[in-house]
């Protein structure tokens, strides 16, 4: 199988600030690369596809970058609304792994 | 808007059996793979299944083989999964998704449509 590692967890971080949360898979999964945020007690939102593809209805100041096994979420300016936990998966090989999650919350 | 939305989550003891529901709508629900996931209390997010537009394929994770098994009934557009053998360890909720595909220079696959979810408890 392979395994998907967060890093930071926790993060902590101010409005306006830029921040990156990273992900590494234990084998290379070319760009078959997911970001998915969750708020606590809702349902899990897609956030990246394909490592550096902004789904439809998420806003530009989230990018995501990398390929092989280093993946990269950025989140260019961070608002009030961001504070919750992310998800990295891949979906190169079953089973599709998720990361732990990296919580990001308010300095 | 497309939707899902899961039913059929409940208390069960160790042992016992539950079947999950998943009904969706606005959007050609045959032609897509979908997937099941679920959490655990205060806990990450854990791939559980998958299954091909037309059933022909499915796939799990290890933990749950030989007593879960997804299926799907595209004219009724919903999308099931059946829990036999429950343990504690499978107390969760319990997520439908879409998992959408996109072929450029290779398979991509990702979850863009999820439901709300179900809540399953296994205890005694």
């Known amino acids: 199988d392979i395994q998907m590692t967060q890093s930071p967890s926790p993060l902590s971080a101010s409005v306006g600030d830029r921040v990156t949360i990273t992900c590494r898979a234990s084998q290379t999964i070319r760009s078959c690369l997911n970001w998915y945020q969750q708020k606590p007690g809702k349902v899990p939102n897609l956030l990246i596809f394909?490592?550096?593809n902004l789904q439809s209805g998420v806003p530009s100041r989230f990018s995501g970058s990398g390929s092989g096994t280093d993946f990269i979420l950025t989140i260019s300016s961070l608002q009030p609304e961001d504070f919750a936990t992310y998800y990295c998966q891949q979906t190169y090989r079953i089973p599709y792994n998720f990361g732990q999650g990296t919580k990001l919350e308010i300095k | 808007e497309e939707q899902l939305v899961e039913s059929g989550g409940g208390w069960v003891q160790p042992g016992g059996s539950l079947r999950l529901s998943c009904a969706a709508s606005?959007?050609?629900?045959?032609?897509?793979?979908m997937s099941w996931v679920r959490q655990a209390p205060g806990k990450g997010l854990e791939w559980v299944a998958n299954?091909?537009?037309?059933?022909?394929?499915?796939y799990y994770v290890d933990s749950v083989k030989g007593r879960f098994t997804i299926s799907r009934d595209n004219a009724k557009n919903s999308l099931f999964l059946q829990m036999n053998s429950l343990r504690a360890e499978d107390t969760a909720v319990y997520y439908c998704?879409?998992?959408?595909?996109?072929?450029?220079?290779?398979?991509?696959?990702?979850?863009?449509?999820w439901g709300k979810g179900t809540t399953v408890t296994v205890s005694s």
């Open positions: 299954i091909k537009g037309d059933g022909s394929e499915k």
């Open positions: 998704a879409r998992l959408r595909e996109k072929v450029t220079d290779y398979y991509y696959y990702y979850l863009d449509v």
């Open positions: 606005e959007f050609t629900f045959s032609t897509n793979w």
């Open positions: 394909a490592a550096s």
